[in-house]
Nanobody
Framework: QVQLVESGGGLVQAGGSLRLSCVASGVTFRNYAMGWFRQAPGKEREFVAAISRIGSRIYYADSVKGRFTISRDNSKNMVSLQMNNLLPEDTAVYYC?????????????????WGKGTLVTVSS
């Protein structure tokens, strides 16, 4: 049974930082590109960041470039998202996803696996 479990969400003031983690089980982690997505209340789920299987390619949404950093540790089956200088508009449920290939334009409905999400709330 494949599971992606996110953690690290919480309440933070604007300008603060959080580090999200996603641990995978039941899957050969190194065979999958990994991504982070988010969904704010009343909005569609959107791409945030992605990293290729060995970390050689990394993509970010324009809205988070320079503030967020995605990384992965294949020895721990983990992908992380370091979020700095958080803004109120970053408030959302953050999801990790796994897919054979993952880029900013990869349709959400082709993702192989999704986590259940972790809530990030940024107060102004």
């Amino acid at each position: 049974q494949v599971q992606l479990v996110e953690s690290g969400g919480g309440l933070v003031q604007a300008g603060g930082s959080l580090r999200l983690s996603c641990v995978a089980s039941g899957v050969t982690f190194r065979n999958y590109a990994m991504g982070w997505f988010r969904q704010a209340p009343g909005k569609e789920r959107e791409f945030v960041a992605a990293i290729s299987r060995i970390g050689s390619r990394i993509y970010y949404a324009d809205s988070v470039k320079g503030r967020f950093t995605i990384s992965r540790d294949n020895s721990k089956n983990m992908v992380s998202l370091q979020m700095n200088n958080l803004l109120p508009e970053d408030t959302a449920v953050y999801y990790c996803a796994a897919n054979a290939l993952l880029a900013p334009t990869t349709p959400l409905n082709v993702m192989d696996y999704w986590g259940k999400g972790t809530l990030v709330t940024v107060s102004s």
